[in-house]
């Protein structure tokens, strides 16, 4: 019989640490509940968990001060960490995403059936053997970002980069046209939602140039609902990601066969 899960919160707000710990357990994950960052801490090194969901403002320990800990621990700095903050602000996630966290929930948009979904993807998404991790070359292949939330880009971007691909971020879908423009990727993860040219339009743009309809492009959606999905498959789109169902792991894997498929890689 397989080893239960185990997971580690740290969370000061009794309510959802409680909601957190009951429903997660119902999923048969072994969890622990901790108030407070300096008892997060200790109970992190005795129980080990798989996988930490983090607040960051605690008494005793912040979040912060948890994160950089764990980095100078060599027993605790390979635990994946989920921060879940009040906040979601630009400074908040660029001094977060430093420390390699692996996803962000902000409590104001919190949903239990999300975060539960999350951490299941995370956690029982198949590993990748060993012997074929790093095998594959990706040496020289390009990888254009256009994400307008940081946190997100910021994620995907040190994910690929620690793959070996060349990767290049923009902020919204001109951005994206001019650096398309300037150098021609060989993929692209492209929101639909951001301020001014939409994913769609610059998905049209891509697959009716001549120049660029070679192109890879990923889509992603915080909704994935059908329209989206149909208008996506219709312009031309490799593939449509909703971005609260995938693990940063599960993109990769998606990435990969798509360049396979194209004998990139």
């Not at 740290?10 to 622990?32: H, R």
């Not at 971020?169 to 650096?179: D, I, P, Q």
């Not at 989206?228 to 490799?238: R, T, Y």
């Amino acid at each position: 019989m397989p080893t239960k899960k185990k997971i580690l919160i740290v969370e000061d707000e009794a309510i959802l640490g409680e909601l957190l710990m009951q429903k997660l357990t119902k999923e048969g994950y072994v969890v622990l509940w901790e108030a407070d960052g300096e008892a997060g801490l200790q109970t992190m090194r005795t129980f080990m968990p798989d996988l930490v969901l983090l607040d960051i403002v605690m008494p005793k320990k912040d979040g912060y001060e948890v994160l950089a800990e764990m980095r100078k621990d060599d027993r605790l700095k390979a635990i994946p960490v989920m921060v879940i903050s009040n906040s979601g602000q630009p400074v908040e996630i660029k001094r977060i995403s430093a420390f390699g966290v692996k996803d962000y929930i902000v409590k104001a948009q919190f949903s239990p059936d999300e975060v539960l979904k999350k951490v299941h993807r995370y956690l029982e998404a198949p590993q990748q053997p060993a012997a074929q991790k790093g095998k594959t070359n990706v040496s020289g292949v390009k990888i254009l970002i256009v994400e307008d939330d940081p946190f997100l880009s910021s994620i995907a971007a040190t994910r690929l980069e620690q793959e070996g691909y060349r990767v290049s971020v923009t902020r919204s879908g001109e951005e994206a046209l001019t650096a398309i423009e300037k150098e021609i990727p060989d993929l692209v993860l492209l929101d639909i939602v951001m301020p001014g040219i939409s994913g769609f339009e610059v998905l049209k743009t891509i697959k009716t140039n001549g120049r660029y309809k070679h192109i890879s492009v990923v889509m992603f959606s915080n909704l994935g609902q059908d329209h989206e999905i149909e208008e996506c498959k219709k312009l031309g789109a490799d593939a449509f990601l909703v971005k609260a169902k995938f693990t940063p792991r599960e993109v990769l894997e998606k990435i990969r066969k798509i360049l396979k498929k194209k004998g990139l890689i």
